[in-house]
């Protein structure tokens, strides 16, 4: 009987431990991920936003580069634009 105990303990023990070593790790480690995407979508957005803003698209511009420093906050370049397009759009209220 006492047998039979430990042996359940150690199934319960060996699935824990089992748990962690596969699944844990894809629990913990979602912002690594996610940085590693900032980075490349990053210059992205700011290349479409730089095509809006050409074109004068305000709205498609100022949502790229509001994405842009949702992805980036320590960069600069994204909220001066940003500060631009909001300039033009309100010296320009059409």
Same mark, same amino acid.
């Given at each position: 009987m006492?047998?039979?105990?430990?042996?359940?303990g150690?199934?319960?023990?060996i699935?824990?431990?089992?748990?962690?070593?596969?699944?844990?790790?894809?629990f913990?480690?979602?912002?690594?991920?996610q940085?590693?995407?900032?980075?490349?979508?990053?210059?992205?957005l700011? %290349? @479409? &936003?730089?095509? $809006?803003?050409?074109?004068?698209? !305000? =709205?498609g511009a100022?949502?790229?580069? %509001? @994405? &842009?420093?949702? $992805?980036?906050p320590?960069?600069? !370049? =994204?909220?001066?634009?940003?500060?631009?397009?909001n &300039?033009?759009?309100?010296?320009?209220?059409?």
């Amino acid at each position: 009987m006492k047998n039979r105990a430990s042996r359940k303990g150690l199934k319960i023990y060996i699935l824990l431990i089992f748990f962690e070593i596969f699944f844990l790790p894809s629990f913990q480690n979602t912002c690594s991920a996610q940085v590693k995407a900032d980075v490349s979508t990053y210059s992205s957005l700011i %290349q @479409q &936003a730089d095509q $809006a803003l050409s074109a004068k698209d !305000y =709205a498609g511009a100022l949502l790229f580069y %509001q @994405q &842009a420093v949702r $992805a980036k906050p320590e960069l600069t !370049y =994204a909220s001066g634009k940003i500060a631009e397009i909001n &300039a033009t759009l309100e010296a320009n209220p059409n």
